[in-house]
């Protein structure tokens, strides 16, 4: 099975709109982290979210929130108030493993979603 | 503050080449990453580094070598250029204590 699956085609969204990107996850650690990273067209990975599989709160950065729902293994990005340079490609990712060191660090990514805001 | 830096930003090799992909860090990270991007897909890990002397394989390492001599540099080396490795090469670095990864600008390679 695949670790990290991304299935939605391409997303839009209306701007200052919510969108949800969906992302599922498969793992039999107890302890792993769930990562949302964004591409835009120049090709840059940019770090947007993390959420540990401990952390009892769902993470929030500014306008990204992560819906995290275990039971589910499911880890959806929520942006909220979208904006035209929101367009880009999102990835998820997860670590598994107790820690953040040696091989528990190594990530492993969902195929992406391609998001485009309209005006 | 640099971060992670990659050269050459592009490369166009011929079948059965080889070369080198650069990658610095300057931020003092122990671990260092390198993956690779086909087009349309997300980034599979190719090879990463715990510390300097130490690599060790990731999902698709076949066909690269690694080597780590210094807490900076970890260069990724083709050896034997085929079709299939026309990708894009990141590198990525982190601070053992941080889940962060740091990316590079990556490297658009192309074998013909």
């Known amino acids: 099975a695949q670790k990290i699956t991304q299935t939605q085609p391409g997303m839009f969204v209306q701007e200052k709109e919510a969108v949800t990107l969906d992302c599922t996850y498969d793992t039999s650690d107890q302890s792993y982290g769930l990562f949302w990273y964004k591409q835009p067209s120049s090709g840059e990975m940019i770090f947007l979210i993390y959420q540990g599989s401990y952390d009892e709160q769902n993470a929030t950065e500014g306008r990204y929130s992560l819906n995290f729902q275990k039971a589910r293994k499911s880890a959806n990005l929520v942006i909220s108030a979208s904006q035209l340079g929101d367009s880009a490609m999102y990835f998820c990712?997860?670590?598994?493993?107790?820690?953040?060191?040696?091989?528990?660090?190594?990530?492993?990514f969902g195929k992406g979603i391609t998001l485009s805001v309209r005006p | 503050n640099a971060g992670v830096t990659q050269t050459p930003k592009f490369r166009i090799l011929k079948i059965g080449q080889s070369m080198t992909l650069q990658c610095t860090q300057d931020?003092?990270?122990?671990?260092m990453y390198w993956y690779r991007q086909d087009p349309g897909m997300g980034l599979k890990l190719i090879y990463y580094?715990?510390?300097?002397?130490?690599?060790d394989k990731g999902e698709v390492p076949n066909g690269y070598n690694v080597s780590r001599s210094t807490t900076e540099d970890f260069p990724l080396r083709l050896e034997l250029a085929a079709p299939s490795q026309t990708s894009v090469y990141f590198c990525?670095?982190?601070?053992?204590?941080?889940?962060?990864?740091?990316f590079g600008p990556g490297t658009r390679l192309t074998v013909t």
């Open positions: 580094s715990v510390g300097a002397g130490i690599t």
């Open positions: 990525a670095s982190k601070e053992a204590a941080s889940y962060e990864q740091y």
């Open positions: 931020m003092n990270h122990n671990y």
């Open positions: 990712a997860m670590r598994e493993g107790p820690t953040y060191t040696g091989a528990n660090s190594k990530l492993t």
